[in-house]
């Protein structure tokens, strides 16, 4: 049959797509087949079926296809549909498996892209397609290169805010920077006409009205350990808390949160002016943003207030711009004085810590160092792979070539692979002393993971909250570096308020002394460990009621 007698438009219309995968394989010959029917042929097997089996047929098509073309200005459609059926196939698989994918998956898409870069310069759709790979690559210069030349041509707020928000894994901007840019996001942001929104009411009762948004009060999630601190422990006679879920996960965390607080309300499925008037008729006094500029984030809601109060603590550790967001909660050991002028928002200072975790279930146990019984030191970090930049990878290395026999311990719960961080280890000379760990559906599991490390490493200048909070609880002391901003100084807050200021690096040199120093005494390692057990949970870290009674005093301050 020749391809010219089959209308294959109409049969796609009229999705026949398994018809149209039939003709081209059985009753085309061989020499008839032409890039643009491979191409289709792909396109077909994405929309019969979403399973992986189905997904690798398209994606060897869409390779074929592309390879199969002469022409290489012609196969854009083919360098697209590869690009998202292999994400489609990536994500499947991370979901899955809960594991990193050991492979370069994404080699040959790399290959493509170096090899017609002119092509994704000149196309919006391919600059979005690629920046979807260089996100699960880890390559943040890519990232944040490509949020910018998307955002100069798009004017939506959403990758401004995504702009920002990776620059947070970088040493590229000054605070002053993060200033410049969110007060522009500030800007992109929409204000909705007045006659569309319910009247601003906000009455005082003779309890306060505080809500909390989030997109992350679901199983596991790291603000869960710090906001269930707080709504656990609230006095009733004086608070009246809503939770706003801007998700649509409902599992048992998201039930158990909802026991505690006076109302709830999903708002994922409602658009900007459904939510911010569903949000208004509650009357609320605070609201409390529990996402910034990370992902899934509702800042439009912010910037047509919601309450006569805005606050923004916990789920992002810098400035957010909008002049509608009053103030940001910090501690002393985060922002100086002298530096507030570099946040839009006015500081809060709670009185010890930014932070209170809420532990875990199950017995809290002593766990031995396992220096004992490897007679070598195992360093670890179970951070986000986004946060081991380039200047990371340095320092920790040199820790590794001078720590005889010493080995890091590496694990993150994003999708990824890990080739490009494997080519930077071998680049410094210690991927033999690299060991990538596999992601733990089951949480026992993930915690059990720290039982193989004698000493955990910040990353910098993005520091580890929850992952420092997990290491600590299982009595592994954390070496850090101190910073230049709130994002950056996290760690040393978090030492500061253990009272182990003897492991906060003020550069990265001191940082390379303080590891080497504690990994050459193991006398002093096991003391240090001993007291992080016996010790860690009176601290300000862990004392939820004190932590709960600092935050709420600071609330009604405010609103008084």
Not at 3 to 13: G, P
Not at 14 to 30: A, D, P, R
Not at 129 to 135: A, C, D, P, Q, T
Not at 382 to 391: A, G, L, Q, S
Request: some cysteine.
């Amino acid at each position: 049959m020749s391809k010219q007698t089959v209308d294959f438009l109409n049969l796609f219309k009229q999705k026949k797509y398994l018809t149209i995968i039939s003709i081209i394989e059985n009753q085309i010959s061989v020499t008839q087949i032409t890039p643009g029917l491979l191409n289709l042929r792909g396109v077909c097997r994405m929309m019969l079926s979403k399973s992986n089996d189905t997904i690798k047929l398209a994606i060897n098509d869409f390779k074929e296809s592309y390879r199969m073309e002469t022409d290489k200005s012609k196969s854009l459609d083919q360098i697209k549909n590869l690009i998202n059926a292999s994400i489609i196939f990536f994500d499947n698989e991370y979901t899955k498996n809960k594991n990193v994918l050991k492979s370069d998956f994404f080699n040959e898409i790399n290959s493509i892209y170096e090899e017609n870069k002119q092509f994704f310069e000149n196309s919006l759709d391919l600059k979005k397609n690629i920046l979807k790979v260089f996100k699960r690559t880890l390559s943040v210069k890519n990232v944040t290169e490509y949020l910018k030349k998307i955002s100069r041509t798009e004017s939506d707020s959403d990758t401004f805010a995504s702009y920002i928000y990776f620059n947070n894994y970088l040493y590229d901007w000054s605070q002053s920077d993060y200033l410049e840019n969110s007060q522009i996001l500030d800007n992109k942001l929409i204000k909705y006409p007045t006659k569309e929104l319910l009247n601003f009411v906000s009455r005082k009762d003779e309890k306060i009205k505080l809500g909390f948004i989030s997109s992350d009060i679901r199983s596991k999630h790291s603000v869960t350990y710090f906001l269930r601190t707080l709504i656990s422990n609230y006095d009733k006679n004086k608070f009246k808390i809503y939770l706003y879920h801007n998700h649509d996960v409902e599992d048992d965390t998201t039930k158990e949160f909802e026991k505690y607080v006076f109302k709830s309300l999903r708002i994922s499925k409602l658009d900007d002016i459904e939510a911010i008037n569903a949000i208004r008729k509650d009357e609320i006094n605070i609201v409390i943003d529990l996402n910034g500029l990370s992902s899934n984030h509702r800042l439009n809601l912010l910037k047509n207030r919601l309450a006569p109060i805005q606050i923004l603590w916990c789920g992002y550790t810098n400035t957010c711009g909008l002049t509608e967001v009053d103030y940001l909660m910090v501690d002393k050991n985060l922002i100086k004085p002298n530096e507030e002028k570099f946040y839009s928002e006015k500081i809060i200072y709670l009185p010890n810590i930014w932070n209170c975790h809420s532990g875990y279930n199950g017995e809290r146990l002593e766990n031995q160092s396992p220096l004992k019984k490897n007679g070598y030191v195992t360093f670890g970090s179970f951070n986000n792979f986004k946060k081991i930049n380039d200047e990371v990878i340095e320092v920790w290395s040199q820790i590794l070539k001078k720590v005889k026999n010493s080995r890091l311990f590496l694990k993150t719960s994003v999708a990824t692979t890990q080739e490009l961080y494997k080519k930077k280890f071998e680049n410094q000379g210690v991927l033999d002393s690299i060991t990538f760990l596999d992601y733990s559906n089951n949480f026992t599991d993930h915690l059990n993971d720290y039982k193989k490390i004698d000493i955990a490493l910040d990353t910098f200048p993005w520091n580890g909250v929850t992952t420092s909070f997990e290491a600590i609880w299982m009595n592994v002391p954390v070496i850090v570096m101190n910073g230049y901003n709130f994002n950056s100084r996290c760690g040393s807050s978090i030492n500061i308020n253990l009272g182990f200021q003897n492991l906060i690096g003020d550069d990265k040199e001191d940082y390379i002394k303080k590891a080497l120093s504690l990994a050459n005494d193991e006398k002093g390692l096991q003391e240090l460990r001993k007291k992080l057990y016996e010790n860690a949970l009176k601290t300000p870290l862990f004392d939820q009621k004190k932590f709960a009674n600092d935050f709420f005093s600071s609330l009604q301050k405010i609103f008084n």
